[in-house]
């Protein structure tokens, strides 16, 4: 338990519903009429909803211990995929709907973030780009450089991206884990 006059940005609040929150900004509000106020920003760690909550100075939060260690993806069992803690070895299922999007980014020995809450895995955070080889792409048309147009791109991971039309099958290409976009050749 911590008060409203601790909170610190990057801090992971429990509120009420068991919903975990992490403070994004903060600012204590003093007017000149009436109590003391906390104005804050918070993100929701799951969902990544953003949105504004305002506490009395002083009232008591719930801070969630959130755990955040480096790990290498392994392999894939059933619908989990398995993270090696890279300092304890200790091998870690979580489960597909945790990992999302990132699936799209990750080969087998890419290292990741994964955030854990009471044992339970959170969020797996993966570098801000990947470099991944192209699987299969259709040849770019002569004569069609010039537009700066793209063309659909299959990556060895399986997931779709948008490459321009000079790319071929199999270069390797950097893409933005976040947003999935093509940042260039690597």
Same mark, same amino acid.
């Given at each position: 338990?911590?008060?409203?006059?601790?909170?610190?940005?990057?801090?992971?609040?429990?509120?009420?519903?068991?919903?975990?929150?992490?403070?994004?900004?903060?600012?204590?509000?003093?007017?000149?009429?009436?109590?003391?106020?906390?104005?804050?920003?918070?993100?929701?760690?799951?969902?990544?909803?953003?949105?504004?909550?305002?506490?009395? /100075?002083?009232?008591?939060?719930?801070?969630?211990?959130?755990?955040?260690?480096?790990?290498?993806?392994?392999?894939?069992?059933?619908?989990?995929?398995?993270?090696?803690?890279?300092?304890?070895?200790?091998?870690?299922?979580?489960?597909?709907?945790?990992?999302?999007?990132?699936?799209?980014?990750?080969?087998?020995?890419?290292?990741?973030?994964?955030?854990?809450?009471?044992?339970?895995?959170?969020?797996?955070?993966?570098?801000?780009?990947?470099?991944?080889?192209? /699987?299969?792409?259709?040849?770019?048309?002569?004569?069609?450089?010039?537009?700066?147009?793209?063309?659909?791109?299959?990556?060895?991971?399986?997931?779709?991206?948008?490459?321009?039309?000079?790319?071929?099958?199999?270069?390797?290409?950097?893409?933005?884990?976040?947003?999935?976009?093509?940042?260039?050749?690597?």
């Amino acid at each position: 338990m911590a008060t409203t006059n601790d909170l610190k940005n990057g801090m992971v609040l429990k509120l009420e519903g068991g919903d975990l929150w992490s403070v994004v900004e903060f600012q204590h509000v003093k007017p000149g009429k009436g109590g003391a106020f906390v104005r804050t920003k918070l993100k929701n760690v799951l969902s990544g909803k953003v949105v504004d909550k305002t506490f009395n /100075a002083g009232v008591k939060v719930d801070v969630a211990n959130v755990d955040k260690r480096e790990m290498q993806y392994s392999y894939r069992d059933g619908d989990d995929f398995v993270f090696m803690d890279t300092e304890t070895y200790d091998m870690v299922n979580v489960p597909a709907s945790t990992v999302g999007d990132a699936a799209n980014y990750m080969l087998e020995n890419t290292l990741a973030t994964v955030a854990f809450n009471e044992g339970a895995a959170l969020y797996v955070d993966l570098p801000a780009a990947a470099e991944l080889t192209i /699987a299969n792409t259709e040849p770019g048309l002569q004569g069609d450089r010039s537009t700066g147009g793209t063309k659909p791109a299959t990556l060895e991971t399986g997931a779709e991206i948008k490459v321009p039309l000079f790319i071929t099958t199999g270069e390797k290409v950097k893409v933005d884990t976040r947003t999935g976009e093509y940042l260039g050749r690597a």
